[in-house]
Antibody
């Protein structure tokens, strides 16, 4: 059974930092791209970052230069280092499994339950 | 960036009704689109992948169609457990983008 479990969320002051983790199990982690997606309550989901199997990374302009995605295949783990946090970064953050084995059919098939990040003074 | 315009933003319907939700992409995305259901406080659940392929375990009353820029999700006969929020996701190109969601409510 595929499982994705996020952790590391919490309350942080504007300008602060936080590191999210996503523990993966039930699949060959190293063979899949991985993503972070966030959602402000009641709002549209927003893609935050992606990392390919070769370690290539992708970000939207809204977080580029502030957020860093990384992975540790030996530990089946995905990370998101978030720096210079702003009020607008307050959201539930989900990790999601992406493309695998050169197939887009796997993209965003599985999601974790999310971890809440609150940026507030 | 590819903009995904989803309609309607909300919908009231009754058990047994047929409903259709539409997503329009600002440029062609082939069939690189998924449909998802989300209930309050829960993670999204994929219903459709590749625009028209039914996710394993999802009831056959859900179906998807379209390619290029126009996509639809149809629920053929609404069941009580279907009242939720639905959204589309395009993964043709970075940045990945989402429709704004359709809140399906009981009439």
């Amino acid at each position: 059974e595929v499982q994705l479990v996020e952790s590391g969320g919490g309350l942080v002051k504007p300008g602060g930092s936080l590191r999210l983790s996503c523990a993966a199990s039930g699949f060959t982690f190293s063979s899949y791209d991985m993503h972070w997606v966030r959602q402000v309550t009641g709002k549209r989901l927003e893609w935050v970052s992606a990392i390919g199997t070769a370690g290539d990374t992708y970000y939207p302009d809204s977080v580029k230069g502030r957020f860093t995605i990384s992975r540790e295949n030996a530990k089946n783990s995905l990370y998101l280092q978030m720096n210079s946090l702003r009020d607008g970064d307050t959201a539930v953050y989900y990790c999601a499994r992406g493309r695998g084995y050169s197939s887009d059919w796997y993209s965003f098939e599985y999601w974790g339950q999310g971890t809440l990040v609150t940026v507030s003074s | 960036d590819i903009q995904m315009t989803q309609s309607p933003s909300s919908l009231s319907a009754s058990v047994g009704d047929r409903v259709t939700i539409t997503c329009r992409a600002s440029q062609g995305i082939r069939v690189d689109l998924g449909w998802y259901q989300q209930k309050p406080g829960k993670a999204p659940q994929r219903l459709i992948y590749g625009a028209s392929n039914l996710q394993s375990g999802v009831p056959s009353r859900f179906s998807g169609s379209g390619s290029g820029t126009e996509f639809t999700l149809t629920i053929s006969s609404l069941q009580p457990e279907d009242f939720a929020t639905y959204f589309c996701l395009q993964h043709n190109n970075y940045p990945i983008t989402f429709g704004q969601g359709t809140r399906l409510e009981i009439k």
